[in-house]
């Protein structure tokens, strides 16, 4: 028999990879800087230059520049060192195609470097990257019959189903000049950071609004020699195409920084280059009418089904995180001087959910001499009963540090963050039946069996196996249309 369809439009994930890796390159102090005598503190910033997808693949490829701040030989001020690493990552996946949509998000979770000898280091930058590739996909379902057939019985199951219907990416750049107050006490500023923190977004007339700010986090060095932080916020608002995505649709939105530069110049403002990648996901809610299992009351029927898996998921509400940690440093602290946090992975078993986030502490001692000292963080993530799998879609956090003691330090972490719901619905779709109608079936010398049925069964099993109707038996024992079963009862079954 020909069947009819349902068409459901989606967006596949047919890559989600994180990795950690790390990437080394030794470096020769300048003639004109003096010999080190200990590393201070390090700094990585990742610039993504290119990942696009290719036939089966994604490379990945960039720089990291490494800022390093180290003790001279002798004492004095600190001293900096830029040296750039460069990486390239492979990521292979069937389905990958040119036409595949591709979002990339790169961070350094740890950066070090360590003295070779007094003009030699060698410095390594722990890279954390993140590759989602989506593929444009329909699933066809059955759900009925293009002839009617008196004889078919059918059992349909109801699902409501929310999917990714359509995934966009887009790139843009910010420029902006920031004022700096008191900027005459620094000399430079280096190793910025940048959040970006989404506050509104709507799909209007086929085009999608986004605003927000970008939390930018830097260090200056004073004219005093000393190292302090410089924090500023800069307002965006970006206006997309949005093809293929409707008003009514849920939307989530990811955001991941693709290089970021900041600078400051003699007349007191900090100039800042961002370049970032957006990757817009829409939601649709489908209510499905599946045929479950299917018989014919008078002929022999054959059906064949296939699996089909749809990716459902949705968006959770966003979820708020905290640690906090006492770090002891083995010496009296004058001063901290930066505390970073850096998501390193999302860590998910039966038990629990937390987020692994990579700190940095550096710090001024009592007699002026700077260190710094890393931490691996947990955060505990509370998800909603019934949660088994989840994505990380974004997250904001805030790290502070305060001095406890003489010699150590509370370490505290305060984050916001949100999910993906992963539920992906498995079903046996009708493929293909054909009804033998050659085989005529016994005639039944009786038209009502009495039966007794013990353990609880289906009324749409008991139908099936007599050639009768969930109906006709109903009507038979006055049973209410919700009545789906029976157990420890007698049943008066009608024949055909």
Partial sequence: MDLTKSSVALSRLILDAWNNYEETTDAIVPDTFPDIARIAAVYGSPQLKDDAPQSGRVLI??????TVLYVPEGGG???????????????????????????????????????????????????????????????????????????????????????????????????????????????????????????????MNGKAVLKGDVALHMLAMTTDDTLENVDCVVPFTQIFEADGMTDNQQISVSFSVRHLDAELRDDGLVGIGLGACVLLTAFETHTLHVIADVYHLEHPVHVETRPVTLPACHPLAELGCEATETVPVGMKI????????????????????????????????????????????????????????????????????????????????????????????????????????????????VSVILRYVDAEERLWDIAKHYRTTVDAIRQANQLDTDHLSACAQMLLIPVR
Avoid: W
């Fill in 61 to 66: 490829s960039g720089a990291v520049r490494m």
């Fill in 334 to 445: 004058a001063q901290i001087a930066d505390i970073t946090a850096t998501l390193d992975t999302l860590l998910q078993d039966a038990s629990r959910t937390v987020l692994r986030m990579m700190a940095c502490i550096v710090y001024r001692s009592d007699d002026g001499e700077y260190y710094s000292i890393h931490r691996a963080i947990h955060m505990p993530l509370s998800l909603p009963d019934g949660t088994q799998s989840v994505r990380l879609n974004g997250m904001q956090c805030r790290a502070s540090a305060t001095i406890s003691g003489e010699d150590s330090v509370v370490l505290s972490l305060s984050g916001r963050c949100s999910l993906l719901c992963d539920e992906p619905l498995q079903l046996n779709d009708l493929s293909a039946l054909t009804i033998d109608e050659s085989a005529q079936p016994a005639a039944s010398p």
């Fill in 77 to 203: 001020a600190l001293r900096r060192l830029d040296i750039p690493i460069s990486f390239a990552h492979i990521e292979e996946a069937a389905g990958i195609n040119e036409d595949s949509r591709l979002f990339v998000t790169c961070r350094v979770v740890a950066a070090d470097a360590h003295v070779m000898n007094s003009r030699k280091l060698s410095a390594t930058a722990t890279l954390s990257i993140c590759c989602r590739v989506f593929a444009s996909d329909t699933a066809q379902l059955t759900d009925g019959f293009a002839e009617a057939d008196s004889g078919l019985e059918l059992l349909t199951t109801t699902h409501t189903v929310t999917v990714p219907s359509g995934v966009l990416r887009r790139e843009f750049t910010l420029m902006e000049d920031v004022n700096l107050p008191d900027h005459e006490r620094f000399r430079e500023i280096f190793a910025p950071r940048a959040e970006m923190r989404l506050s509104d977004c709507r799909l």
